[in-house]
């Protein structure tokens, strides 16, 4: 059985820092891409960013540009997501996000995935 396992969140002052964890088990997800949603209460879930197998090319949304940074460490089955410069509008739920296909690209939708964390929460307070 296929489990994505989120870790890292809690409660941040705005302007900290916090590093999320997605630990995957039951495959690897070597040869696929990764990413990373949130949903704010009230809203959809969101795209934020996403990572190819290798770690070589990345995709940010671009309210997290800049503060955010995924990486992978695929001998470890896990995918990361540094945040820096955390504001009170960075607060959601973060899922933790993996395709089934052996892709080289860059996927923002949500239908591109096929795995999914039950999420982590994280809170910016101001």
């Known amino acids: 059985q296929v489990q994505l396992v989120e870790s890292g969140g809690g409660l941040v002052q705005a302007g900290g820092s916090l590093r999320l964890s997605c630990a995957a088990s039951?495959?690897?997800?070597?040869?696929?891409?990764m990413g990373w949603f949130r949903q704010a209460p009230g809203k959809e879930r969101e795209f934020v960013a996403t990572?190819?197998?290798?770690?070589?090319?990345?995709l940010y949304a671009d309210s997290v540009k800049g503060r955010f940074t995924i990486s992978r460490d695929n001998a470890a089955n896990t995918v990361y997501l540094q945040m820096n410069s955390l504001k009170p509008e960075d607060t959601a739920v973060y899922y933790c996000?993996?395709?089934?296909?052996?892709?080289?690209?860059?996927?923002?939708?949500?239908?591109?995935?096929?795995?999914w964390g039950r999420g982590t929460q994280v809170t910016v307070s101001s």
């Open positions: 996000a993996a395709s089934a296909r052996t892709s080289s690209l860059l996927n923002r939708t949500e239908r591109w995935y096929d795995y």
């Open positions: 039951g495959r690897t997800f070597s040869g696929n891409a």
């Open positions: 990572i190819i197998w290798s770690g070589v090319s990345t």
